[in-house]
């Protein structure tokens, strides 16, 4: 195997030259620089990665946390965060994936394991973890979630706002009596949905009803659950308002084992526009909440951080937008 004292030899320069050369420092001339890559490319030099860490006090490893991945994050959710990261991170670096949930203390997590960590926060108890990681001196961005720290890069979308504009769209098309399934409790998401919701029908001066407001974990099983309650109540809605797209996927086919026609019978509305929105039968009219593209953009943030050594708190709002298909109909 080639090793960095042999390109050395040949160039006739110290194996710290060769070194520095490899790793694109200013401090040797260019063509010192070029005779040692073009070395280096004849005899197929491959970096050892674990002599690189050590010697650049690396890890060469990018952290992507989510607050749990067996409780509350959906396959389609979970899939589109990684594309999202992993588009970004370049084959220098490891990507590590993991659920918070799964320590059960945090000693393991610190910067001699992580140049950088993503985390995809669904929660407040991520709080803990958050502290864990800026005492580590790590670099962290935290996605999805608002966090009042001004010193973290926070990237997230407005979900209040895309709620509030969903239901207000079944508002626009005569509905009435408006149903919420919501997401876990005690995840900032479901709170900011079910705050969107109920300011569409405060606004429209549409009385609030608390059996309508119905319970979910965010899978495609308990939107089907809550649909079957909502039909079982004396009034049932003629309008329901998913608070993400695997329970709408969930309601739909309860509503249809009720011999019920969406959306003739009943509109449902998602949120999140997963992939398989646009393949359900009817097509899913849904909020799009471009996940991977905030995925995308925290990965290069963090990249930043860790290759420039510094951090700069901000906040940045990426849109949701209404994406209208065949799932709601006229009401009456």
């Known amino acids: 195997m080639v090793t960095i004292k042999d390109i050395a030899k040949l160039a006739n320069v110290s194996h710290t030259t060769v070194s520095r050369a490899l790793n694109d420092s200013p401090l040797i001339k260019p063509g010192t620089k070029k005779k040692i890559q073009e070395i280096a490319a004849q005899l197929n030099y491959i970096p050892n990665f674990n002599a690189k860490s050590l010697v650049m006090q690396k890890s060469y490893t990018i952290g992507l946390f989510f607050t749990s991945i067996s409780n509350g994050t959906s396959p389609s959710f979970f899939a589109d965060t990684v594309k999202g990261v992993n588009s970004v991170i370049n084959e220098n670096y490891n990507l590590f994936v993991r659920g918070i949930d799964d320590y059960h203390d945090f000693s393991s997590i610190h910067h001699k394991r992580f140049d950088g960590i993503i985390l995809m926060s669904q929660s407040e108890v991520d709080n803990a973890f958050i502290y864990h990681v800026l005492n580590q001196k790590i670099p962290i961005v935290v996605i999805n979630r608002e966090v009042n720290d001004q010193s973290i890069i926070n990237i997230l979308s407005n979900d209040r706002e895309g709620s509030c504009h969903a239901v207000k769209y079944l508002i626009e098309k005569g509905h009435k009596d408006i149903a919420v399934i919501e997401g876990i409790k005690g995840f900032k998401s479901s709170l900011e949905r079910r705050e969107g919701y109920l300011k569409a029908l405060i606004d429209e001066q549409i009385p609030i009803r608390n059996e309508y407001?119905?319970?979910?974990?965010?899978?495609?099983?308990?939107?089907?659950?809550?649909?079957?309650k909502l039909l079982e109540l004396k009034n049932?809605?003629?309008?329901?308002?998913?608070?993400?797209?695997?329970?709408?996927?969930?309601a739909i086919n309860a509503a249809f084992a009720?011999?019920?026609?969406?959306?003739?019978?009943?509109?449902?509305?998602?949120?999140?526009?997963?992939?398989?929105?646009?393949?359900?039968n009817p097509s899913l009219t849904t909020v799009k909440k471009p996940i991977e593209k905030i995925s995308r953009h925290g990965a290069e943030k963090i990249l930043e951080a860790v290759e420039n050594q510094e951090m700069k708190g901000e906040k940045i709002f990426i849109e949701t937008e209404l994406v209208i298909r065949n799932s709601v109909s006229e009401g009456e």
Not at 213 to 228: H, P, Q, T, W
Not at 258 to 280: E, R, W
């Open 213 to 228: 407001i119905v319970n979910g974990n965010y899978d495609m099983e308990s939107g089907y659950k809550a649909m079957e």
């Open 236 to 250: 049932p809605p003629t309008a329901v308002f998913c608070s993400n797209d695997d329970m709408a996927v969930g």
């Open 258 to 280: 009720k011999g019920l026609n969406v959306p003739k019978d009943i509109s449902v509305i998602g949120f999140d526009d997963i992939q398989v929105a646009q393949y359900t």
